[in-house]
């Protein structure tokens, strides 16, 4: 099934009048229908637009008929009806009503629409000639999907940002912001967050990005879902992998720019430096400052002596 999740669940207070609920395709909603079951009180869960679909009906704290039976479950002491695998076809209003078995005590509807939730954020990055950035941000799958944008886990201000295009989806960054731009991507039953780390020059272009989870800190939102929204441990498990290998990088960045600074620097100290060694004595042992300079005692003196073998080679030549 495309753009399901069996994973997610999400939650639904649904005791008061008009509640709006949203489930995930192919995952789980947990409806809070009341706070408990009461043995003298009778309930009943029916489309709107039929009062003989009955979903769900309860009289003396039992179940006396579940339609969805195969994939559903209500605790008569929560008050809490779970359905799992969501399809389309689960989206439709509700109405629930509580009776004395004689009198109807309350009656509310409730909307429960299914939407496919977000897979994955895609972000694509580039370094335009006069040192701007652009980057763009689309979802894999996901119905009504939202899009916010944060720059190192804050919101971007408009003298960082050049441009906003909403229909692709994209943002242009003027010429002397650089740092880890996120995406946020999200509707009312799931959320995904990408960030790229981007610098932009005349002659350089620094880019790499990873999924993260939505609640990572450079993943800024000012407001909260709807809906309480449970992720797999196996969608966990490969954003906590894709965040590891993300850190790795960028300490690995981090400590090789430390390493050579301290070189430099180690050099520039050694500029001057200077030591000196008597070799004129076999087996001598002799040591050089790295980046300085060293003095090798070799002789006393150099003499003015000829080489009368040469001057014979040379006159024999001759």
Not at 176 to 185: K, R
Not at 233 to 247: E, K, M, P, Q, Y
Request: charged share 20%; hydrophobic share 35%; with cysteine.
């Amino acid at each position: 099934m495309p753009g399901a999740s069996y994973g997610l669940e999400t939650y639904c207070d649904s005791r008061q009048d008009g509640a709006q609920c949203f489930g995930p395709l192919g995952g789980t909603v947990v409806l809070q229908l009341i706070d408990r079951a009461l043995q003298t009180e009778r309930y009943k869960l029916y489309k709107s637009s039929n009062e003989t679909t009955v979903i769900l009906f309860l009289m003396n704290n039992e179940i006396l008929y579940n339609a969805i039976q195969s994939r559903s479950s209500f605790n008569p002491s929560d008050g809490k009806f779970r359905v799992n695998n969501l399809s389309r076809n689960d989206s439709a209003e509700y109405k629930f009503e509580i009776s004395d078995g004689i009198n109807i005590k309350e009656k509310r509807a409730l909307q429960l629409t299914i939407q496919a939730p977000v897979s994955s954020v895609r972000l694509a990055s580039e370094c335009l000639s006069q040192g701007e950035k652009r980057v763009s941000c689309s979802s894999g799958g996901g119905d009504s999907p939202q899009y916010s944008w944060t720059l190192d886990g804050r919101s971007l201000t408009d003298t960082e940002l050049l441009s906003v295009n909403t229909e692709t989806n994209s943002i242009t960054l003027r010429q002397h912001v650089s740092g880890a731009v996120a995406c946020s991507v999200r509707n009312n039953v799931s959320r995904f967050c990408g960030f790229t780390f981007i610098k932009c020059t005349s002659n350089e272009t620094q880019i790499s990005q990873c999924v993260f989870a939505a609640n990572n800190m450079l993943c800024f939102e000012a407001t909260t879902p709807p809906t309480t929204i449970s992720e797999s441990s196996t969608a966990d498990h490969s954003l906590l992998v894709c965040a590891v290998r993300a850190a790795v990088v960028v300490f690995a960045l981090i400590g090789i720019a430390v390493y050579f600074a301290w070189k430099k620097k180690k050099y520039k100290k050694a500029e001057g430096l200077e030591t000196h060694c008597d070799g004129r004595q076999d087996g001598a042992q002799c040591f050089g400052p790295l980046g300085g300079t060293v003095v090798l005692q070799l002789i006393d003196r150099a003499l003015e002596t000829k080489d009368t073998n040469c001057t014979n080679r040379q006159t024999k030549q001759h």
